[in-house]
């Protein structure tokens, strides 16, 4: 399968500080990406759309002034979690849907692939 | 929203088939049926999905009822490593935006 790739791992950071996340599609091109968070023993919950080239869309009770997101090229989208707080620790789980261009035998157009995901701990 | 139930855990002896199972009573006609899995602390693992025959691969056979309102995973030889929290999804292909439930959480035991 294809590979999507996220970094950090892991991070912990001050209160008060923002961090940025990465998601790279390492073998396709993804023109939308998706961000979701995951809090312990809890269903993903999903955040946003990043979409290449355009703005970003949020899904309802997501603040998108505290999560950015910018999707740079069609292989990068980076969420920055600004002015992190505890509360905001959580896991972050990027995926990325392959656009069909990678002329790469078998895979499956528009095929959605999940990354390895982000611990993010705020002190 | 998820449009999907499923039990909360099951229990599963190694070697024996594990049977999932998933309501989606409102799935609509150009819904399909997606199954990730997702093992602790990683990203979710993309299963099997169909609209409505019966779909096999090399993970998994996936059978959907005939009025589509529910679907069943099956994994044939469960092992330990099959141990994960298991999500049904419903969505239009392509669409891509996925909305988790609570999942199943399958314990393959020894």
């Known amino acids: 399968g294809a590979v999507v790739s996220q970094h950090p791992s892991w991070v912990i950071c001050k209160s008060g500080t923002s961090v940025k996340i990465e998601c790279r599609s390492l073998?396709?091109?993804?023109?939308?990406m998706f961000w979701y968070r995951q809090f312990p023993k809890q269903s993903l919950m999903l955040m946003a759309t990043?979409?290449?080239?355009?703005?970003?869309?949020?899904e309802q009770g997501v603040e998108k002034d505290k999560f950015l997101i910018n999707h740079a090229s069609l292989t990068l989208s980076t969420l920055t979690v600004t002015s992190a707080h505890p509360e905001d620790s959580s896991f972050y789980i990027c995926?990325?849907?392959?656009?069909?261009?990678?002329?790469?035998?078998?895979?499956?157009?528009?095929?959605?692939?999940f990354g390895p995901g982000t611990r993010l701990t705020v002190l | 929203d998820a449009k999907t139930t499923q039990p909360t855990s099951m229990d599963c002896a190694e070697g024996r088939a594990a049977n999932l199972p998933c309501n989606h009573s409102?799935?609509?006609?150009?819904?399909?049926v997606y199954w990730y899995r997702q093992i602790h602390s990683q990203g979710p693992q993309y299963i099997i999905h169909?609209?409505?025959n019966n779909e096999t691969n090399e993970m998994a056979s996936l059978i959907i009822t005939e009025d589509r309102k529910s679907s069943t995973l099956i994994l044939p030889h469960a092992t330990l490593r099959d141990t994960a929290v298991y999500y049904c999804?419903?969505?239009?292909?392509?669409?891509?935006?996925?909305?988790f439930g609570s999942g199943t959480k399958l314990n393959v035991k020894p």
């Open positions: 990043s979409n290449e080239g355009s703005k970003a869309t949020y």
């Open positions: 169909g609209l409505k």
């Open positions: 073998d396709f091109q993804a023109t939308t």
């Open positions: 995926s990325a849907r392959d656009d069909g261009t990678s002329g790469i035998s078998g895979r499956t157009y528009n095929e959605q692939f």
């Open positions: 409102t799935i609509s006609g150009n819904e399909y």
């Open positions: 999804i419903v969505q239009i292909y392509n669409f891509n935006k996925f909305y």
